[in-house]
């Protein structure tokens, strides 16, 4: 079975800060990975994907991330943080099957210091 | 360009009390999904369909039924509330092509009493 671990809950940067956001995960082949941001009270925005092809992935809002198989982990980062970047994110797996069911970690809420 | 649409967005309901909550999808997507999110533990999967008129367990499936009789809807049932229910439950869709991720719904906040 597939999982995902955030293993940081929350995160407080300060505005214009760099920002990572770890994530591993727990797949017996190469998985379908994603982000997901969560403003308050809102759904999830699809940030980035990873399917194949260049590790490196580019997203919206100035976010990236890089996939490392050796090391099972799909991290995000943004260079310099914006007020705006306040939200909750998801990393989620998901497997290359029938019902692509994806399976969500925890959570890492990002708190911006002005 | 609607996407997906939940309704309620908001609900108390009592211990013992049914509900049915409606989700509507405008993009003849062929996957839908239920979520519940609860807070540190991210979303979990409730149950799923793959198409009209089927329906699949997910990994917290326990006290909610759901049905798929039109491919643009999905609901998800309550038929007895109990507090743990108490949530925010999100429905998605995706196409035939995971390559697009899911599109999400902005959510229903459930309260049980």
């Known amino acids: 079975a597939q999982s995902v671990t955030q293993p940081d809950i929350h995160i407080t940067v300060s505005e214009g800060a760099s920002l990572e956001l770890r994530c591993n995960y727990s797949y017996g082949a190469t998985p379908y990975l994603f982000w997901y941001v969560q403003s308050p009270g809102q759904g999830l925005q699809l940030l980035l994907k990873y399917f194949s092809g260049d590790t490196l992935v580019q997203g919206i809002k100035g976010f990236e991330a890089e996939f490392k198989r050796s090391q099972s982990s799909f991290n995000l980062r943004k260079p310099s943080v914006h007020w705006s970047d306040a939200a909750e994110y998801f990393c989620a797996v998901g497997a290359r099957a029938a019902g692509n069911k994806l399976t969500f970690g925890g959570g890492t809420r990002v708190l911006v210091k002005p | 360009n609607a996407g997906v649409t939940q309704t309620p967005k908001f609900r108390v309901l009592k211990t013992g009390q049914s509900m049915t909550l409606l989700c509507a999808q405008d993009?003849?997507?062929?996957?839908m999904y239920w979520y519940r999110q609860d807070p540190g533990m991210g979303l979990r999967l409730i149950h799923y369909?793959?198409?009209?008129?089927?329906?699949a367990k997910g990994e917290v499936p326990d006290g909610y039924n759901v049905s798929r009789l039109k491919k643009q809807n999905f609901l998800l049932g309550l038929e007895s509330a109990a507090p743990s229910q108490t949530s925010v439950y999100f429905c998605a869709s995706r196409g035939g092509t995971p390559y697009y991720g899911y599109t999400f719904g902005s959510g229903t906040r459930l309260t049980v009493v």
């Open positions: 993009m003849n997507h062929e996957y």
């Open positions: 369909s793959v198409g009209e008129g089927t329906t």
